[in-house]
């Protein structure tokens, strides 16, 4: 496939993408930097039809979130909520098996699982949560608790990060989701969350679950106060644990949403940051097989556009979203099967369900 570039500075970026020569922090400047997106986007494309060809990947599953009590204070969140405060919840096996049988179908694959550091609780309500769900959903993978969790749930009972993966891991855990992450540097994380796992914790954390046998996913929440430097080191840092380990499956760039869904152009990430941060994830993450396309916080439009930046997935069905939607989302909490599929066929490729270890369960 030829690649046709209006910027001829980025030739030696081509250069070395079609060589299969890593990207460079100061690479990934200029790509944010140049005017020819669509030449980017085309670098990326050829990555990831080199990896994934024509194939896009999503599952059904289900958000679960059993409370949002939190003692944390990250600025970007509305999700949670203080202990006794208006709308402040936290569910027990009753309401947690309640919940999910709503909305539970036998299609339904992964339960994807994170919520509050809830310090009411003890780490044994966590475990329970899993346990309960895997003596009554056996079929279902549960991924659960973000890297912040686990370093929480050291925290909380005493336990080293290695001790709380093991107990979760003998509960039923799976895989841990790819949140908590944000931006991976500690200015970054000094200003907007600062209460929860620095930056070397959450990669130790993963660090260890992938030593211990799991494989795992990961995040980077863009849109705010970080620079595009931040974004680039954040890539590297998981890039280079990826390096040691080849445990994360999936790379999920995240974009801010604002405070209220009424907020105007101006407090959201554009259309052109989205797509070109897809696409440079795409092209600084070598060692990683799939980056995913959020449908959740971009759209369902630019997450078909995305199938062309060098996304390779596009999620999954939720049923009910929750987080993004405390805040400023403008999609819908869930989407059908039947959607999904029509959103990459109508993009001339091939819809490939999966489960969560990206095994085809079928294709369309």
Known sequence: ???????????????????????????????????????????????????????????????????????????????????????????DSEALLNYVGERWNENIREFHIVG?????????????????????????TIK?????????????????????????????????????????T??????????KASTDQWLEAHEIAHSLGLRTHATMLYGSIESTEERLIHMDRVRQLQDRTNGFMVFIPLAMQPRSVKASLKRRTSAFDD????????????????IKAYWINIGVQLTQMALTFGSSDIHGTLIEERISHSVGALT???????????LI????????????????????
Request: net charge negative.
């Open 144 to 184: 659960a608790y973000t890297g912040a969790e686990i370093e929480f749930f050291s925290r909380i009972s005493g336990l080293s990060m290695k001790g709380v993966l093991e107990e979760l891991i003998k509960a039923g855990l799976d895989t841990l989701p790819g949140g908590g992450a944000e931006i991976l």
């Open 345 to 364: 066929k109508s993009a001339n490729k091939t819809p490939i369900e999966r489960d969560t270890f990206y095994n085809v369960v079928k294709t369309y």
């Open 116 to 140: 509050g550091h809830n310090v009411e609780v003890g780490f044994e309500y966590y475990l329970d949560t899993i346990r309960t769900l895997k003596k009554h959903y056996p079929s279902a």
């Open 332 to 342: 819908s909490s869930g989407i059908t099967r039947d959607e999904l599929i029509h």
């Open 1 to 91: 496939m030829s690649i046709l570039l209006t910027d001829t500075k980025l030739e030696g970026i081509k250069e070395k993408v079609l060589h299969g020569e890593r990207l460079t922090i100061e690479d990934g400047l200029y790509l944010y930097e140049t005017p020819d997106l669509l030449g980017v986007a085309q670098l990326a494309n050829q990555v990831n039809l080199k990896k994934n060809g024509d194939n896009v990947y999503f599952i059904q599953n289900m958000y679960i979130n059993p409370t949002n009590v939190c003692e944390a204070s990250c600025s970007f969140c509305g999700f949670k909520r203080k202990p006794g405060q208006e709308g402040a919840y936290t569910m």
């Open 275 to 290: 797509m070109r941060t897809l696409a440079i994830s795409r092209l600084m993450l070598d060692n990683f097989d799939h």
């Open 186 to 195: 500690e200015n970054y994380r000094a200003k907007m969350s600062p209460d």
